[in-house]
């Protein structure tokens, strides 16, 4: 089966369609849902929309609070505002964040309870009564075409996967023109998510022959573009280039899952607020060198599209090239450890046991190649510290 939003607008200038897409979705009252740097007139995105909005004569209301690690009490604010504004539609524009509180009011508004009530395992598939239409801008996320949200519980900390139908946008607008001033921390970091969602999508033990194709056209286009991009950040091609990938690969994900780095990524950028790019970045060379042997055949395929190996090695030769190759691409785009993250041997130690039952609870290692026990998912946690250790000694 596979899920992807009714309709998907991509290209330059693809924003302008927003009318006409809430006009096909009979909306005519949508709220956004952004956050306070794209609202201001320094980014520029709020006005990019509103520009065709306000032509079609359309009303809307703008709730710019969303902060960059969605908590259970940020998206209860996004409710109340549903509840005053009473929108016949939500708009997400934005990253990751802005998306993710927006598919959670959505559930909320509609069904009730608290964030907590909808983590995964549990699966919700019944519609919403708001459509969605998500807009990013940013190019590695994906969540404007998948059925996933992350929402940080208030109470406790924990970075809590959402997942189901009921979460899937029912429209993305993909202009990379709103890419064009993006930072090159923030480049880097999501694109380097992106790359996560294709490759784990493509090793995941719920891969299948619908999601394949994309998940390599994805990888191809991150090894053509990324690191280009980051030192040409005007390069329009490739910023297109990148945005395409990123849509790619959340499709991919989004309908066979994504594995252990993101099961590890999600408690670990809890604990230490780092963005979730980054941490998947941190994690990815050495969770990739503990699975290889799980699926030797697919983890090579990943390292060739990536282009991260010599052409004509045997499958174990090319497989057991990606770590590095990753590793290589980390120092290029200077993703910084685990130390330059404020994170210490002594902090680590307390909370790697609790990260590794955060990780497990999530469902995603189960998808895989190989599954870890929660003392393999401490190791790797000490490994990645240890080499943060070892960089800055070397440095």
């Known amino acids: ?45 709020l006005s990019a929309l509103a520009a065709p909005l306000d032509a079609a004569g359309i009303s809307y209301s703008v709730t710019a609070d969303t902060i960059p690690d969605p908590t259970s009490d940020s998206v209860d604010a996004v409710v109340e505002a549903m509840r005053a504004f009473k929108p016949d539609a939500l708009i997400a524009l934005g990253g990751g964040s802005p998306m993710d509180t927006a598919k959670a009011a959505g559930l909320i508004h ?11 395992p549990r699966q919700t598939h019944a519609p919403t009564g708001t459509p969605l239409v998500a807009i990013p801008t940013t190019a590695g996320t994906g969540s404007e075409v998948t059925q996933f949200t992350i929402v940080i519980d208030s109470s406790t900390g924990e970075k809590m996967l959402l ?7 029912t429209a993305a607008v993909v202009d ?54 980051c030192e040409e950040p005007d390069d329009r091609p490739r910023r297109e280039g990148m945005m395409l990938a990123a849509t790619e690969a959340g499709i991919a994900f989004s309908n066979s899952s994504v594995t252990l780095i993101h099961g590890m990524s999600r408690p670990l950028g809890a604990r230490y607020h780092i963005p979730h790019g980054m941490s998947n970045a941190q994690l990815a060379p050495e969770v990739t060198a503990f699975s290889l042997g799980g699926a030797p055949g697919r983890y090579a395929a990943v390292c060739r599209a990536l282009g991260m190996c010599q052409p004509g090695l045997s499958d174990e030769d090319a ?13 290029d785009l200077a993703v910084p450890t685990l130390q330059q993250c404020s994170v210490t041997r002594a902090s680590l130690d307390a909370v790697a046991g609790s990260m590794a039952r955060e990780a497990l609870a999530s469902g995603s290692p189960n998808n895989n190649p190989i599954v870890p026990t929660a003392e393999e998912i401490q190791a790797l946690y000490q490994t990645i510290f240890r080499q943060g250790e070892a960089s800055a000694a070397a440095a």
């Open 1 to 45: 089966m596979l899920r992807v939003p009714r309709i998907i607008a991509h290209g330059g200038g693809s924003i302008s369609r927003v009318p006409a897409i809430l006009a096909e979705l009979g909306a005519r009252r949508p709220l956004i849902v952004t956050d306070g740097f794209l609202a201001s007139p320094q980014s520029g995105a």
């Open 110 to 120: 509609s069904f009730g309870g608290h964030p907590r009530d909808y983590k995964a």
């Open 163 to 169: 997942a189901g139908a009921a979460l899937l946008p």
């Open 176 to 229: 990379y023109e709103l890419t064009l001033s993006m930072p090159l921390r923030l480049t880097a970091d999501t694109g380097i998510d992106a790359l996560c969602h294709a490759m784990e999508a493509y090793v995941s033990k719920k891969a299948n022959a619908m999601t394949d194709p994309t998940c390599l056209s994805a990888l191809s286009r991150i090894g053509t573009h990324l690191r280009a991009v």
């Open 319 to 331: 497989a057991s090239a990606l770590p590095d190759g990753l590793r290589a691409l980390c120092r």
